[in-house]
């Protein structure tokens, strides 16, 4: 199974960005997906996750900023990120849950500049 995601890149503070991201190599079926990020300072946060049938759940220190949404057909996420700021640089990992262990994509660099 593999996880690509992409879209990262740099950006100005107030700016937006989408993130993206296919789910190949295996026909299991996906249950949550959604997105973490490791920040400057290094830490993994959560930021936010979508089940099957559409219910969204984000960190508050997105809430309002950014929208998840799921192609179930095609097995993709993605995240629309408004209004970054600074706080909001990292690395975005997306991740997806089936039956068994939880699977992480390679990860692509989110870079807001005041």
């Known amino acids: 199974v593999q996880l690509q995601a992409y879209g990262g890149g740099l950006v100005q503070a107030g700016g937006s960005l989408t993130l993206s991201c296919a789910v190949s190599?295996?026909?299991?079926?996906?249950?949550?997906m959604g997105w973490h990020r490791q920040n400057s300072k290094n830490q993994r946060e959560w930021v936010a996750d979508?089940?099957?049938?559409?219910?969204?759940a984000y960190s508050d220190f997105v809430k309002g900023r950014f929208t998840i949404t799921r192609d179930n057909v095609k097995n993709m996420v993605s995240l629309q990120m408004n209004n970054l700021n600074t706080e909001d640089t990292g690395v975005y990992y997306c991740?997806?849950?089936?039956?068994?262990?939880?699977?992480w994509g390679q990860g692509t660099l989110v870079t807001v500049s005041s």
């Open positions: 979508i089940t099957r049938d559409g219910t969204a």
């Open positions: 190599g295996n026909n299991f079926r996906i249950n949550n």
């Open positions: 991740v997806a849950d089936g039956a068994g262990p939880r699977f």
